[in-house]
């Protein structure tokens, strides 16, 4: 059986191909996931399903973002291999152990508090363990990536999604138990996690020789794990800021347009991670040239993708997604509008990320990132209690720009200074 799984999943007659075909189905599984399961939870619950099981995937995927430590962009433009998988892999048990006890840190905090309920703290808690499998499987699939099978990685990921998907409506519809259907869904993702995983891995020659550089990676990797986890902190700054400020029906609505912020943003991971590899190859030859050009016509894709979905839903967003989910959102559309170019820039930020670490320089975005949460921190909170939501969603749009101008700072910096490294060096 094992063997059978192992063929279906390595099979492939053109690799290339397969490998952006599965990775824009798997982009595309994990980018829809929230929206089809909320879409699911609302038509077959109620309200406080609906805004406990958004609240879950958006506490899960800041604690996804500690597990993952920000070591796939890391791992994969490792194009020399000065760092072995088994150094990624003891990097990895390290960092998902911190998630473990971050989860529950947050948990009981909030229990302490009297903010989650008994129901609420278990979803929160099993939404956190999905996110710690998808975490702990991702060190794998950055091996694969580093093999050149993207293809690889793309399946696994994009079957065990949907079959999540797929499950998780089916036992919610079933039983409408929203901690039976995440309890059942857990059990099935690591199984499947660890099947089709384990099944392959012998195919990319993964040593388990001693740790050398374990250390170094965690050293190297932290401030892009604090970035990556605040990244993702801002990027869901408007849902922690109304969890207890309105009522479950306005965080209803104010979450289904919030969605496209993360369905654009993950979307366009089909678009750069392919080329993640190609990247660090690139910029490891010194051709900055060909390196900043790649960048600009990669964020010019991202802006045309982002640029029809803005236009398309400005007219048909809101009632589409009104439609669908039996609510009223006439009044969210300019939130939706500006919700779509914040998901945009969001996806811009995500491939910045990706380049400034392929050149190195991840220790410099920390601080872009602590002065914007530190901002959303301090003033989202009075913004929404003074002037209301929309004001709410333009300061948060506002705050992804600068941070974008943050980036694209740091990366033009980056690449003056390899350019003059290379001028003294032939000189």
């Not at 063997?3 to 994990?30: H, P, T």
């Not at 009044?331 to 945009?344: K, N, Q, S, T």
Request: aromatic share 12%.
């Amino acid at each position: 059986m094992i063997g059978i799984i192992r063929d279906k999943l390595l099979n492939s007659k053109n690799i290339k191909k397969s490998s952006y075909f599965w990775n824009a189905f798997s982009a595309m599984m994990n980018s829809f996931q929230t929206m089809l399961l909320l879409l699911v939870i609302t038509q077959f619950g109620n309200d406080d399903d609906s805004s406990i099981f958004v609240m879950a995937y958006a506490v899960g995927n800041l604690m996804l973002n500690i597990g993952k430590y920000g070591v796939r962009q890391y791992q994969v433009t490792d194009v020399t291999e000065k760092n072995s998988f088994a150094d990624y892999l003891r990097a990895r048990y390290i960092s998902v152990a911190i998630m473990l006890a971050a989860s529950v840190g947050y948990i009981l905090i909030h229990v302490i508090k009297n903010d989650y309920s008994t129901e609420k703290s278990a979803v929160v808690f099993m939404i956190c363990m999905v996110k710690l499998v998808e975490a702990f499987e991702d060190v794998y699939h950055g091996r694969m990536q580093q093999n050149g099978r993207l293809d690889v990685a793309g399946r696994i990921l994009g079957i065990r999604l949907f079959i999540f998907i797929l499950l998780f409506a089916l036992f919610y519809i079933l039983t409408g138990r929203l901690v039976l259907t995440c309890c059942i869904n857990l059990i099935i993702t690591i199984i499947l996690s660890v099947i089709m995983n384990r099944s392959v891995m012998g195919e990319f020659k993964a040593d388990s020789s001693g740790s050398k550089n374990c250390k170094r990676i965690l050293v190297e990797c932290l401030p892009l794990c604090v970035s990556m986890c605040l990244n993702m902190y801002i990027a869901n700054a408007p849902k922690y800021t109304i969890d207890t400020a309105v009522n479950s029906s306005v965080q209803t609505r104010f979450n289904i347009v919030f969605m496209p912020v993360f369905i654009i943003a993950l979307l366009a991971n089909f678009v750069f991670l392919p080329v993640l590899k190609n990247m660090g190859e690139i910029w490891h030859k010194g051709d900055t040239k060909m390196f900043v050009s790649k960048t600009v016509r990669l964020s010019a894709l991202v802006i045309a993708i982002d640029f029809v979905i803005v236009i398309i839903g400005s007219f048909i967003g809101c009632p589409i997604l009104g439609f669908v989910y039996g609510v009223d959102l006439s009044d969210f559309r300019i939130h939706l509008v500006f919700f779509m170019i914040a998901g945009g820039i969001i996806a811009l930020q995500n491939l910045l990320i990706m380049v400034i670490t392929t050149v190195r320089y991840q220790k410099y975005m920390i601080y872009g990132y602590i002065a914007t949460a530190v901002m959303m921190v301090l003033f989202s909170g009075k913004i929404l209690a003074l002037k209301g939501l929309l004001a709410l969603t333009a300061y948060f749009l506002t705050m992804m720009i600068v941070l974008f101008v943050y980036c694209v700072i740091l990366l033009w910096i980056a690449v003056q200074r390899r350019e003059r490294m290379i001028s003294h060096a032939d000189q």
